[in-house]
């Protein structure tokens, strides 16, 4: 009985590859020479195979057997659909960043247009990944190098980020590896399993925010222009970029009432200014308390007509129509006012404001600051690169955004409902999130200690305060 042919032979694939060494009747056809001829081939062999697209590609292999385990497995991730391109995971990380940014912005370009969130990613990348990644290939990733990365980024082992920056810094990465799974350039996410460094617990007394009297004490060691920003700021609750995008337009005397509608953000140093808030929750109304009302009113009383204008975002920022700003500036190159420049406004700056609440803070004194060393990346003006170096970082309490921690513990103080409480700091839910703001603000010692002692015999009578309520947290 004749004996079936070899499906290679019949199909010619997997295929030889000529090689000079080899003695096999393709070998010697394609290099003659004096080697002993040989009935198998001793060389590699050639894998070919169609792709989805109609494609004719092929894959070196070292052996026959080898050859044909990879058509089987490639023929079979195709009926599958499983199959994946492998050129498609040979470009670098910042290639795909290049591709994968615009799938997240929505094709919004235009830095002014991005959410706080996306500015903060975009910076991540800048800084954190792309000088480490930027050049590796996708197929090239690997899980132990990125969790070393992880590791060396953490402030604890001399990095640059606390343990909450870390974790937001590395979504960014594992989005991009998990959205590059996805449109099948690599077979899994090499970044899966990674641990992240554990967020420490902070002491009540460090979540507790500033009471009142000490954000008087803070306010009376600002300049003087400022003192009427942090009085509005601890009435409202507003987030520092809302009150430094506050247009007059916005402000109803007659209603008692604040519309954030926009807000002045900062992306790589400039100030823009944006049509919509943090989220479409920041897109609300706040209460003016009588304190508030007087505050700005006094302030409507000394503005100069323009101040009344209303423009769009598309305008510009039109320092004019601002309630906050920093001190009048003069424009350089100015010819106006006899070559004196053009005095204007200057929009308020979160770095410049920091330097003037930090020296606040120290001079009130009611400061609590941490100072860690860290590694910082430096740029050598010579050569141009950047090297590592040794820097310290300090962190400082209270912060400016601890005065929405103030409101909203106030708000808890007066029996405000969370739900009420959630609309009006600007939040997407409430529970957690205000939970998180108030619970820490509550003295529940003192209040067990005087619900346990009040009424026995010889204990010290306090004033009658508001009853124990539990605040949930999810």
């Known amino acids: ?33 004096d080697r002993t001829p040989t009935e198998e081939h001793t060389g590699s062999w050639e894998a070919r195979y169609t792709d989805p697209r109609g494609k004719d590609r092929s894959k070196t292999r070292p052996t026959y057997d080898d050859a044909v385990a990879f058509l089987e497995q490639t023929r079979t991730e195709m009926r599958q659909r499983t199959w994946i391109d492998p050129a498609r995971g040979e470009i670098t990380l910042s290639a795909w960043w290049t591709l994968w940014w615009p799938t997240q912005t929505k094709g919004e370009m235009r830095i002014e247009h991005w959410t706080q969130a996306q500015l903060r990613d975009e910076g991540m990348w800048r800084n954190h990944i792309a000088p480490t990644f930027g050049s590796v290939k996708l197929f090239e990733m690997e899980w132990r190098e990125t969790q070393l990365w992880v590791n060396a980024l953490h402030d604890e082992n001399g990095g640059p980020l606390a343990a909450s920056s870390v974790t937001k810094c590395f979504q960014v990465l594992d989005r991009m590896l998990e959205d590059a799974k996805r449109d099948r350039r690599v077979p899994f996410n090499p970044a899966e399993g990674v641990k992240l460094p554990a967020i420490k617990k902070k002491h009540p007394e460090d979540r507790r925010p500033p009471s009142y009297a000490q954000l008087w004490l803070i306010r009376h060691q600002l300049p003087e222009h400022f003192h009427n920003l942090l009085i509005v700021a601890q009435e409202t609750g507003l987030r520092f970029q809302e009150l430094a995008g506050l247009r007059w337009c916005n402000v109803d005397f007659e209603g008692r009432r604040i519309h954030v509608r926009e807000v002045l953000v900062e992306p790589r140093g400039k100030i823009k200014r944006k049509a919509y808030p943090k989220s479409d929750a920041g897109l609300r109304t706040v209460p003016m308390t009588g304190l508030a009302r007087r505050v700005l009113w006094e302030l409507w009383a000394e503005e100069p007509e323009a101040s009344r204008a209303v423009s769009e975002p598309k305008d510009g920022v039109c320092e004019s129509e601002l309630v906050f700003h920093g001190r009048n500036k003069v424009r350089r190159g100015s010819k106006v006012n006899g070559g004196a420049g053009e005095p204007y406004r200057a929009p308020l700056r979160r770095s410049a404001f920091r330097r003037l609440w930090i020296d606040a803070i120290e001079k009130a004194g009611v400061v609590r600051k941490a100072v860690k060393k860290v590694k910082a990346q430096k740029v050598d003006e010579q050569t141009g690169r950047a090297q590592t170096v040794e820097a310290e970082r300090t962190d400082w309490w209270p912060d400016f955004h601890d005065t929405r921690h103030a409101f909203a513990s106030r708000l808890h103080d007066r029996g405000v409902p969370e739900v009420i409480t959630q609309e009006i700091l600007g939040h997407e839910r409430a529970g957690e999130v205000t939970w998180i703001y108030t619970h820490a603000a509550a003295d529940y010692a003192g209040q067990v200690l005087a619900a346990l002692e009040d009424g026995k015999p010889g204990a010290v009578k306090r004033a009658p305060g508001r009853r124990l309520r539990a605040v949930k947290a999810a």
């Open 1 to 33: 009985m004749a004996s079936k042919k070899a499906p290679a032979q019949a199909t010619n694939n997997p295929r030889p590859n000529p090689s000079m060494k080899c003695g096999c009747s393709v070998c010697l056809k394609r290099y003659p020479g």
